[in-house]
């Protein structure tokens, strides 16, 4: 599934750019001869007005929560090697863009962040002369602008990293095209390789190594206060937590610790790789 990830500022011109990058990519794959790279592309749109985000779920965290969780439903739903994604969201936070990126490596296909740059004075005028049922509130735009988390191109999440300015007379198409089709998609990690079977207690052990790991964490964290490193003993090898430099709660490290099992739970990465490869998933997640 090449993706590509739009970022930006409320009312920045991301669904304008998002349409028309929609239009020249089928206009390019309808171009193309029978065996030519992405001639049997198809290309999928999500934005939140085809999902039925409204303005409103961002004024409040438990429905913006929801509204993420629709974007990348979609995303993964159109899961595809064949299928061009392109997800026209503010994208602000780099979790999310990690996340996204962590689909589309898991089927080692390709993936780009475009990121829309327009002055906020530009945006919140253009927001202005919106109909009013389309129209942010203002105060909500300034609070999402101060939460943006900038893509950066040096993170594997957000490379490549193609900018467009507000003002640019049009697409960077040929950089866009060569970002997600002719480039070779990642290899996938070994924690989200598909095997083709699940060991009879793998399930079991999942939960119950994932379990110790972040109970051992706990403690040391109670002890030690933050940083340095935790290292528990698990079959097949020493599972190694980086602890980062600030306190993280005990729902946090529960939340990272039913992300990697829901990420694993029909993918058998092998009982004793269970716990090392949880120790460099809990570094990342805890040290963004």
């Known amino acids: 599934m090449p993706l590509i990830v739009f970022a930006g500022y409320p009312s920045c011109g991301k669904t304008t750019w998002a349409l028309k990058l929609k239009d020249q990519l089928e206009e390019k794959i309808a171009s193309l001869e029978k065996g030519e790279p992405g001639a049997n592309y198809k290309v999928v749109l999500h934005n939140d007005q085809n999902l039925g985000i409204q303005r409103d779920a961002y004024t409040d965290s438990t429905k913006e929560k929801a509204a993420r969780s629709a974007q990348i439903s979609a995303v993964k739903r159109d899961i595809s090697k064949s299928t061009i994604v392109i997800l026209d969201s503010m994208a602000y936070i780099k979790g999310f863009r990690y996340q996204l990126h962590c689909e589309s490596k898991a089927l080692s296909t390709p993936h780009c962040v475009i990121q829309v740059i327009t002055p906020l004075e530009k945006c919140l005028e253009w927001n202005r002369n919106r109909e009013a049922r389309d129209r942010w509130d203002e105060k909500v735009m300034q609070e999402l602008v101060l939460r943006y988390e900038e893509?950066?191109?040096?993170?594997?999440?957000?490379?490549?990293?193609?900018?467009?300015?507000?003002?640019?007379?049009?697409?960077?198409?040929?950089?866009?095209?060569?970002?997600?089709?002719?480039?070779?998609?990642?290899?996938?990690?070994?924690?989200?390789?598909?095997?083709?079977?699940?060991?009879?207690?793998?399930?079991?052990?999942?939960?119950?190594?994932?379990?110790?790991?972040?109970?051992?964490?706990?403690?040391?964290?109670?002890?030690?206060?933050?940083?340095?490193?935790?290292?528990?003993?698990?079959e097949g090898g020493e599972c190694v937590v980086e602890m980062p430099t600030h306190a993280v709660s005990i729902a946090q490290l529960q939340r990272f610790r039913r992300a990697y099992v829901g990420l694993n739970r029909m993918r058998n990465v092998g009982v004793d790789r269970i716990g090392v490869l949880f120790g460099e998933y809990l570094t990342r997640a805890m040290n963004q």
Request: glycine share 8%.
């Open 151 to 234: 893509p950066d191109g040096q993170n594997k999440w957000d490379s490549p990293l193609i900018p467009i300015g507000y003002d640019d007379p049009e697409l960077p198409f040929d950089d866009i095209w060569a970002a997600i089709v002719l480039r070779k998609g990642p290899r996938p990690n070994q924690s989200t390789v598909t095997k083709p079977a699940i060991e009879i207690n793998f399930l079991q052990e999942l939960d119950r190594v994932t379990a110790r790991v972040v109970q051992e964490v706990i403690q040391y964290q109670e002890m030690n206060g933050i940083g340095g490193v935790v290292r528990v003993n698990v």
